[in-house]
């Protein structure tokens, strides 16, 4: 079995010089220093409008909680950005908020809690440099359950001067990525991925860019 750098390179012969150049200047834009988790959501509209702004704004990885509601991988709504983007699909409990919280924990991110809360800060606030951040939002009607509220590590709000009293998920979840992954820019924070994620994060990018990319993989790791 070829190592994945050695399948990048050669699955490189196969896209024209201008997909590969637009691979190169992207895969360093992307970073896993922030997380999008998103809690049962049912409208797929949401799911998907979420997952394009987090194409847009660099962010590989997105969580999806499915406990009551599930995630339409069929739909060709999002499929113009999921195909860029690393999703994980939570959905082999009855209730799959607490591993989906455990384990990020321990791949060392921050829980952060999008909603108003007594010890709330504005996202432009938040600090970035305490470490890697897991933003959780919540379903359309109720907004995070208890469970992560009860968990959250801290928790951000975006301000708002109107009468209305809440956001549309979406646009809530794009205000946030966006002053988080503009002010990581302007850090010193190291927020790009490390060289192996890259690789991997290229080889799904080449494998979904080429129509025959299984079989010509499996030749050429025989």
Known sequence: MKTIN???TYLREFVVDDKNLLFDRLIHERTDYATVVLEDLYQS????????????YGIQNVHLIENRNHYDATSTVSQGAREWLTLHRHKALMNNTQETIDGLRTAGYRIIATMPHTDD???EDLDL????????????????SDLVISQADEFVKVPMYGFTESLNISVCAALVMYSI??????????????????????LQW?????????????????
């Open 6 to 8: 050695e399948q990048v």
């Open 45 to 56: 509209h949401n799911q998907s409008a979420v997952m394009r702004s987090a194409d847009c």
């Open 121 to 123: 800060v504005l996202i």
């Open 129 to 144: 440099e305490r470490g890697p951040m897991a933003f959780f939002f919540g379903t359309e009607l109720t907004g995070l």
């Open 181 to 202: 992954t503009r002010r990581l820019r302007a850090s010193n924070i190291n927020w790009h991925l490390s060289k192996a994620r890259q690789d991997e994060v290229l």
């Open 206 to 222: 080449y494998r979904n860019a080429i129509k025959a990319s299984d079989e010509i993989l499996e030749r050429f790791n025989q």
